[in-house]
């Protein structure tokens, strides 16, 4: 395993990103927003949220337990690190 690297003076283009992935598990599965709203609880405004992949800096670990519950899935499924380009 490599040493670990310092991120204190980087940039995110630097170490890269996470990349949402609802959108696509939802899509191939053919499970709507809102049917996964109705199945989860949770609010249409943060599922569509998730979906767009939009404004999210933080990650709701409730919310993402609740989707792999109802969808049968692991949080790799829903999350992929994108690593920087180089």
């Not at 990103?17 to 598990?25: D, G, K, N, Q």
């Not at 989860?40 to 767009?52: A, E, F, H, S, W």
């Amino acid at each position: 395993m490599d040493d670990p690297k310092s991120i204190i003076q980087y940039q995110t283009a630097d170490y890269g990103s996470i990349r949402v992935r609802l959108a696509e598990v939802l899509d191939s599965r053919g499970i709507t927003r809102n049917r996964l709203r109705t199945l989860t609880g949770v609010k249409y405004d943060v599922i569509d949220r998730y979906y767009k992949a939009e404004s999210v800096e933080l990650m709701d670990l409730g919310f993402l337990a609740k989707v792999c519950y109802v969808l049968n899935c692991n949080i790799g499924d829903l999350l992929e690190y994108v690593p920087p380009e180089r």
